[in-house]
């Protein structure tokens, strides 16, 4: 499985930007497919997710991101509106497999996003 995370930038604050996550199959394959980010300095948390049960999002993300997906494409976005300098971190792409008694994760490389004026 192999992830590719683009669309990172600088963006002013109350700014938007688009991530996209390629995957190298269907998106609906996984248990669940989702964004991460890790701040300078922080531990890697999660952003928003998506399983068969629906989307989760951080709280501090609510009502700003928008979680999606293209399966034809195998193209996983993230909208992000009204960014904040708190926003600024690597935003990682993540997929999840999930068996009795195992669980494994796959990573892509991350994509930088920086929010300043």
């Known amino acids: 499985v192999q992830l590719q995370a683009s669309g990172g930038g600088l963006v002013q604050p109350g700014g938007s930007l688009r991530l996209s996550c390629l995957a190298s199959?269907?998106?609906?394959?996984?248990?669940?497919i989702g964004w991460y980010r890790q701040a300078p300095g922080e531990r890697r948390e999660l952003v928003a997710t998506v399983t068969s049960g629906g989307t989760n999002y951080a709280d501090s993300v609510k009502g700003r991101f928008t979680i999606s997906g293209d399966n034809a494409k195998n193209t996983l976005y993230l909208q992000m509106n009204s960014l904040k300098p708190e926003d600024t971190a690597v935003y990682y792409c993540?997929?999840?497999?999930?068996?009795?008694?195992?669980?494994?994760?796959?990573w892509g490389q991350g994509t930088l996003v920086t929010v300043s004026s």
């Open positions: 993540n997929a999840r497999i999930q068996r009795p008694g195992m669980s494994r994760d796959y």
């Open positions: 199959r269907s998106i609906f394959s996984f248990d669940s």
